[in-house]
Structures are given as structure tokens and as C-alpha cells.
């Protein structure tokens, strides 16, 4: 993925289409995210999920960050920005929504195959200060 592709998938993210944003990923892609105990494994998985972020915070806005790639890894940063208006999906179950606002920085390590498409990623948040944002856990 290249930072024009990155820009396309977070276009498509704040155009609230899920289906264009698992696009830029594999059919395979494999992605590992802190709020799953397991992977999420391919690009149904990896739209249900955009679906999951857009249902609980339907006004979800990405702003892109730094970008570094080198080769086929990639890396880069941005921020979540949204109003928990519906049920967030958890481990633990659904959260109701709060009504809260949050921002939260993310940052993502991907690797692309040969045809531009994430193959895999790891994304890391701070699920403590997005909690505590939506008023389910101490202030951080």
C-alpha cells in the first residue's frame, strides 16, 4: 500500500463505505487489533468490522497523519474522531452508546502484496483512554 493508497482507504472510511475500505485489503488480509482476541482474517472480517466502528460511531472522521514506507511495509498514524451514538462491539459484549465524543490516535504497521493490497497489519490504540473517553473506565 502506498500513502496514496492509505488516503484512498481513509477517503473511503470517512465516506462511511466499509465495502471500499476492506478493498484496499487482501482477500486473505490478516489483521491484528488490540480490541480482538484474535486476528481478524480476511476482507469480510475486515469490512464487518468498519461496519461495527461506523454503526457505533456513525459520525467517525479519520485525519491522516505521518506516513513511512519502505518496501512493502508501511506505516502510518491518524486520528479517530467521532460521537458514540450506537452499540460498540467488545470482547465483552456491546457497549451501549453513551452519547461521548472521543478522539484517538492510532497508528498501523502493514505489509502490501504484489498488487498494492494489505496483506497484513497490526493496529495500535489506547483502548484505556478510549474507555475512559466514553466514561467507562478511570480518566487516563
Known amino acids: 500500500m502506498s500513502a496514496d493508497a492509505f488516503a484512498r ?12 475500505f476492506a478493498g484496499t485489503y487482501a482477500a486473505d488480509a490478516v489483521v491484528h487489533d488490540p480490541l480482538y482476541p484474535e486476528p481478524l482474517k480476511g476482507r469480510d472480517a475486515i469490512e464487518q468490522d468498519m461496519v461495527e ?18 518496501g512493502e511495509t508501511f506505516a502510518a498514524e491518524y486520528t479517530l474522531r467521532g460521537t458514540h451514538q450506537g452499540p460498540l462491539a467488545s470482547p465483552g459484549g456491546e457497549i451501549p452508546a453513551t452519547g461521548k465524543s472521543i478522539e484517538n490516535g492510532v497508528a498501523v504497521f502493514s505489509k ?11 493496529r495500535y490504540y489506547d483502548i484505556a483512554g478510549l474507555l475512559a473517553q466514553l466514561g467507562l473506565g478511570p480518566a487516563t
Open 112 to 122: 502490501s502484496n504484489a498488487d498494492g493490497e494489505v496483506s497484513e497489519e497490526r
Open 9 to 20: 482507504a481513509m477517503e473511503a472510511v470517512n465516506a462511511h463505505d466499509a465495502k471500499a
Open 53 to 70: 466502528l461506523l454503526r457505533a460511531f456513525p459520525d467517525a472522521r479519520l485525519t491522516m497523519g505521518p506516513v513511512l514506507q519502505g
